[in-house]
């Protein structure tokens, strides 16, 4: 007989946390496993992406305006989630680390839970003890069986706060579709590739995080540099008026978002990512895949990787950041072959383990 898997999410518009989630559900044996997703909106472009084996449902959290009624509706849901569902899957997770009501349901669904936690909260909240608490407390962290950290780091930060749940934390960073990046790497696009040394950057713009700031300061302090930039955000206006301000119109260029990332990737020279904080970012895997050498201020690592012996790591610090990467544009380009379909084939059997496990 199947096991039966329970996932929750937010929704499956375009996002690293949103890519992940498909690329690990695409990675699953359908033979051995009967899968239920979860989500508080069922859109995104991603939605079409999943295993046709995947039942897909949507359990919406009411955003009613009056706080009383509102409340009285999400009860009346999760209630009635609850008398349906409850301890009825072998095992739930709650992929979205911010999405309560996804964290709810992973509780009630299977005794067998887990959370992934994709980021490092430390950062995020500035060492903040009192708000990292609320956040984690808020999401009922130690009721988990698993939290599945997708980074040596961010786990590390982590139980700097909760020393007491290290027994149930665990290391799994992202998947990728290595055949698919290769393949779409190709697709053809209008952008030619500067003669300048290009850097391409993937993600959001969002400078509270991204501090794609610093990218264009370094574009701005290196002439020879052109800079692409793969994505929308909160931030792009910002970006623009900089780009504006340096006049750097001619070697910054805003793409805006795309569903396929990877030809830009596959002219770029460099990969770039100037952030405060991440966890184990996905554009990592996919410039390994493409044999793109990176440059990056995070350094972080995996029970199967450790990026640190791939990358260029940078300082945060602006003049120093530019001082590392002029030294980098002068080495040889740093390159370690690794296949990852092989570490990924051993994270699913990982994965399988927890999938498998009895709890009563």
């Given at each position: 007989m199947k096991k039966k898997l329970l996932f929750t999410a937010y929704n499956l518009n375009i996002g690293g946390i949103e890519t992940s989630l498909v690329n690990l559900l695409n990675n699953i044996d359908y033979s051995k496993y009967?899968?239920?997703?979860?989500?508080?909106?069922?859109e995104g472009i991603l939605l079409n992406e999943i295993?046709?084996?995947?039942?897909?449902?949507?359990?919406?959290?009411?955003?009613?305006?009056?706080?009383?009624?509102?409340?009285?509706?999400?009860?009346?849901?999760?209630?009635?989630?609850?008398?349906?569902?409850?301890?009825?899957?072998?095992?739930?997770?709650?992929?979205?680390?911010?999405?309560?009501?996804?964290?709810?349901?992973?509780?009630i669904g299977s005794k067998n839970s887990s959370i992934y936690v994709h980021s490092n909260y430390k950062d995020l909240y500035k060492s903040d003890f009192k708000k990292f608490k609320e956040f984690f407390d808020s999401r009922n962290i130690d009721k988990f069986r698993n939290i599945i950290f997708v980074s040596f780091?961010?786990?590390?930060?982590?139980?700097?706060?909760?020393?007491?749940?290290?027994?149930?934390?665990?290391?799994?960073?992202?998947?990728?579709?290595?055949?698919?990046?290769?393949n779409l790497s190709k697709e053809t696009i209008n952008e030619k590739k500067?003669?300048?040394?290009?850097?391409?950057?993937?993600g959001r713009l969002d400078d509270s995080s991204k501090k794609l700031s610093r990218a264009i300061e370094i574009v701005k302090n290196i002439d020879e540099i052109t800079l692409w930039m793969v994505g929308d955000g909160p931030d792009r206006a910002k970006y623009e008026k900089l780009v504006s301000d340096y006049d750097l119109k001619d070697r910054v260029l805003f793409i805006g978002e795309k569903k396929n990332p990877y030809p830009y990737i596959e002219k770029a020279d460099?990969?770039?990512?100037?952030?405060?904080?991440?966890?184990?970012?996905?554009?990592?895997?996919?410039?390994?895949?493409?044999?793109?050498?990176?440059?990056?201020?995070?350094?972080?690592?995996?029970?199967?990787?450790?990026?640190?012996?791939y990358a260029y790591i940078i300082s945060k610090n602006n003049k120093k950041m530019i001082d590392d990467v002029k030294k980098v544009?002068?080495?040889?380009?740093?390159?370690?072959?690794?296949?990852?379909?092989?570490?990924?084939?051993?994270?699913?059997?990982?994965?399988?383990?927890?999938?498998?496990?009895?709890?009563?």
């Amino acid at each position: 007989m199947k096991k039966k898997l329970l996932f929750t999410a937010y929704n499956l518009n375009i996002g690293g946390i949103e890519t992940s989630l498909v690329n690990l559900l695409n990675n699953i044996d359908y033979s051995k496993y009967d899968v239920t997703l979860i989500l508080e909106r069922k859109e995104g472009i991603l939605l079409n992406e999943i295993n046709k084996n995947v039942i897909v449902k949507e359990l919406k959290v009411s955003n009613f305006k009056i706080s009383f009624i509102r409340k009285i509706i999400n009860f009346i849901r999760k209630l009635l989630f609850s008398l349906k569902y409850k301890n009825k899957f072998d095992f739930s997770c709650c992929y979205a680390t911010y999405s309560y009501s996804g964290n709810k349901l992973a509780l009630i669904g299977s005794k067998n839970s887990s959370i992934y936690v994709h980021s490092n909260y430390k950062d995020l909240y500035k060492s903040d003890f009192k708000k990292f608490k609320e956040f984690f407390d808020s999401r009922n962290i130690d009721k988990f069986r698993n939290i599945i950290f997708v980074s040596f780091e961010s786990r590390n930060d982590f139980l700097k706060y909760y020393p007491y749940l290290k027994d149930k934390t665990k290391v799994f960073n992202n998947f990728i579709n290595v055949s698919k990046i290769i393949n779409l790497s190709k697709e053809t696009i209008n952008e030619k590739k500067p003669n300048n040394i290009l850097f391409v950057y993937v993600g959001r713009l969002d400078d509270s995080s991204k501090k794609l700031s610093r990218a264009i300061e370094i574009v701005k302090n290196i002439d020879e540099i052109t800079l692409w930039m793969v994505g929308d955000g909160p931030d792009r206006a910002k970006y623009e008026k900089l780009v504006s301000d340096y006049d750097l119109k001619d070697r910054v260029l805003f793409i805006g978002e795309k569903k396929n990332p990877y030809p830009y990737i596959e002219k770029a020279d460099y990969v770039i990512l100037t952030s405060d904080y991440e966890g184990f970012p996905v554009i990592y895997l996919e410039s390994l895949v493409l044999k793109k050498p990176i440059i990056t201020t995070i350094g972080v690592s995996s029970d199967h990787l450790n990026i640190n012996d791939y990358a260029y790591i940078i300082s945060k610090n602006n003049k120093k950041m530019i001082d590392d990467v002029k030294k980098v544009l002068k080495s040889k380009t740093k390159y370690i072959e690794i296949s990852i379909d092989n570490l990924q084939k051993e994270r699913i059997k990982e994965l399988e383990n927890l999938f498998d496990s009895n709890y009563n």
